[in-house]
């Protein structure tokens, strides 16, 4: 039997203060899969810091604890995988 996967484009994720806890923002990652992971997709020939940075930073200030850059930019698509654990984060506890 095939499981469907469940998944958003381009959802609208509030991105809270490291802080504070505060909302600050929305950030609008390429999908979200069943609610647990953000995916970016990348076309470009190599992936650079300020894209895997990104990536770390919207885990950081969001709910959400696992993270893929996919680039299909490269000869062999190139796939990254980032985890921040919301233990982690001091500001999550203000809001679960």
Avoid: C, M
């Avoid at 969001?62 to 500001?91: C, M």
């Amino acid at each position: 039997e095939i499981k469907k996967i469940n998944f958003v484009s381009k959802p609208k994720l509030i991105i809270y203060s490291l802080d504070t806890g505060k909302k600050l923002a929305v950030y609008i990652p390429d999908f979200l899969i069943e609610n647990k992971i953000i995916l970016e997709i990348k076309a470009l020939p190599f992936l650079p810091n300020p894209a895997v940075n990104q990536i770390v930073q919207y885990l950081k200030a969001s709910q959400y604890e696992i993270g893929y850059i996919v680039n299909f930019g490269t000869p062999k698509a190139e796939i990254l995988r980032r985890i921040y654990t919301n233990d982690r984060k001091p500001w999550f506890k203000l809001h679960s």
